[in-house]
């Protein structure tokens, strides 16, 4: 039975991006690319807008941990303001919120996942910790690689540019990332 609205969920996962398709394909919306290959993975019904994003709920397999699976359509400095309600009126306990974001200081290719640490100067992440109440959510960290400058301007201008790296290299790293996550939601990856 469901009561006051949502039905609450074993995890929120959070696919970090931009809204609008000037920031589609680019390296800082790879949160959104492998949340949404996770929706479609778990065969998720179309996501609804609410909480200030879009957002989808079902099992990931029958009998499987609830998941609902959210896209904040804020810009990825604001993104706690889309994380916080969901994760409140679902229920779900902070070290059950899955956030998947690019992360420049690794490698293209690399995927690790951790739960807290620090925020590495990335403002989607501060925003969450801000709006969630702490840092200890999970973390899947994509690695986009790092420009060869510390300029804030041309930093920011790489994340939000496209992929030079091949489609194919591009989707597997997606693919893996997406795999980190289901095993993590699974129970298969102790952190």
């Known amino acids: 039975m469901r009561l006051g609205g949502a039905t609450p969920a074993d995890w929120l996962v959070v696919g970090l991006g931009n809204p609008g398709a000037e920031y589609a394909r680019t390296r800082h919306n790879v949160g959104f690319e492998i949340a949404n290959l996770l929706a479609t993975r778990w065969q998720l019904p179309k996501a609804k807008q609410k909480y200030a994003g879009l ?3 079902g099992r990931t397999v029958p009998g499987g941990p609830r998941v609902a699976v ?3 359509q804020t810009y990825m400095n604001e993104a706690g303001r889309s994380a916080g309600p969901a994760r409140g009126a679902l229920k779900v306990p902070l070290e059950r919120v899955l956030v998947l974001h690019d992360e420049i200081d690794l490698p293209f290719g690399e995927v690790r996942a951790r739960l807290g640490g620090g925020l590495a100067g990335h403002n989607g992440l501060k925003s969450l910790r801000r709006e969630l109440g702490g840092a200890d959510f999970v ?3 994509v690695g986009v690689d790092r420009p060869p400058t510390t300029d804030p301007d041309r930093v920011a201008a790489y994340v939000l540019g496209r992929f030079r790296e091949p489609d194919a290299d591009v989707r597997e ?9 289901e095993r993590i939601v699974a129970g298969e990856l102790e952190l």
């Open 173 to 181: 790293l997606v693919e893996r990332a997406a795999d980190t996550a």
């Open 139 to 141: 973390r899947v960290r």
């Open 55 to 57: 957002i989808t709920e």
């Open 70 to 72: 959210l896209l904040p």
